[in-house]
């Protein structure tokens, strides 16, 4: 049995391990653990703060046994794009999908995922966006209307549990979810011993605060001395591609829909620094995390027809010896293609060109150009 869990490991902390370790002691030691993980862009519109194959090898040290790359145009997808993308992809490797949520009661998410898939939902919807709610807050009284005043869409990992079960319902997939409880705080600044947040060790990294304490004890080595990357060292990268696109570029751009394209034109060509921008286009209707995508979508150059095409292909990063007997259990099954590999084929244009401008944000100096055809799997022997 193989059991996938879409990630992003920004950075992989000790929350994550228990999830790990969690896992393994459900199913067993035969078990094989697939995790799906964003590459070097994440899904709140920001570069990871540390390199793909860094926090590949920190999460096969910590208890995975394969780590594959979420596709670019996954990763910077909405939620709804994010969870659909993930579990097409693990559905011919994988049995079961397991997730972190706030609430950890499988029925009572597929519950939810059933009311957003029914028809009724959709009018309801329009309703509140008509009115001129945000889509989230459109989103909850629509599921109000149909009776589900405790519907699970307020908090962010059951907003994303929810996400990931409608996607198993609408595509037919054989997934089962197995949802266990996240417990902490997913925005929390400050580092809990116990459940520390992402958010939180983000922070302490950047500001040049200790943080490996909050990590696995076996994935330290891989994390220490490794680059750090924000999305503040490459803020004058992203303004110069900002101000220099043409009408036609930014009405290309995914999120941008309703006209919102034309205002964050206007923003980018009077505002001085990207938060000023992001600052002038935010609104009631659109969240701050739907204009983030749209601005790093822009920063790489892609365009709403890119995010519509269904990645070709999935990249191996790291595996250990159950992973790549996993790999070979799975062949035929899946389009994958090993790290760095090179193919004719625009995506990996797309790839090339956003690991280019990647080595931009990192902190301490620019990385050069032309890494990616560079990259290796890991395999980690133990």
Not at 200 to 229: I, K, T
Request: aromatic residues 6%.
């Amino acid at each position: 049995m193989n059991i996938g869990i879409i990630c992003e490991y920004n950075p992989l902390h000790l929350g994550h391990q228990k999830q790990l370790q969690a896992v393994r002691r459900e199913f067993g030691p035969d078990c094989g653990i697939v995790c799906l993980m964003s590459g070097n862009y994440v899904q709140r519109g920001q570069p990871a703060v540390l390199d793909k194959s860094v926090r590949a090898e920190a999460a096969v040290l910590s208890g995975a046994d394969l780590v594959l790359e979420l596709p670019l145009t996954v990763s910077l997808s909405s939620a709804e794009g994010f969870a659909a993308g993930g579990v097409r992809i693990l559905s011919p490797i994988c049995d079961g999908l397991c997730f972190g949520a706030e609430t950890g009661d499988r029925d009572s998410l597929m519950g939810t995922a059933q009311a957003l898939l029914s028809p009724r939902f959709s009018g309801f919807l329009r309703e509140g966006l008509d009115r001129g709610l945000s889509f989230p807050a459109a989103r909850q009284q629509a599921l109000a209307n149909m009776g589900l005043s405790d519907a699970l869409v307020s908090q962010p990992n059951d907003i994303l549990g929810v996400e990931y079960c409608k996607a198993i319902l609408s595509q037919g997939s054989h997934l089962v979810p197995y949802p266990i409880h996240r417990p902490g705080s997913y925005h929390a600044t400050q580092a809990d011993a116990e459940n520390p947040s992402a958010t939180a060790l983000r922070r302490r990294m950047l500001n040049g605060e200790s943080w490996l304490e909050y990590v696995p004890q076996e994935a330290r080595a891989a994390f220490r001395d490794a680059p750090l990357h924000s999305l503040a060292a490459g803020e004058r990268a992203v303004l110069s591609r900002l101000r220099t696109m043409t009408e036609e570029e930014f009405q290309a751009l995914p999120f941008g829909s309703e006209g919102l394209w034309r205002k964050f034109m206007h923003a980018c060509r009077q505002r001085n620094s990207l938060e000023n921008i992001l600052v002038a286009v935010k609104s009631k209707r659109y969240t701050r995390t739907r204009l983030d995508r749209m601005a790093m979508c822009a920063a790489l150059g892609l365009t709403h027809q890119d995010m519509e095409q269904p990645p070709p292909y999935t990249r191996v990063l790291a595996f250990n010896h159950k992973g790549r007997a996993i790999l070979k259990e799975v062949k035929g099954r899946a389009p994958l293609l090993h790290a760095g590999e090179a193919v004719c084929h625009s995506y990996w244009e797309i790839e090339q060109r956003a690991q280019d401008l990647y080595a931009l944000f990192r902190v301490d100096c620019v990385d050069s150009a032309g890494l990616e055809p560079k990259r290796r799997i890991i395999y980690v022997n133990r």
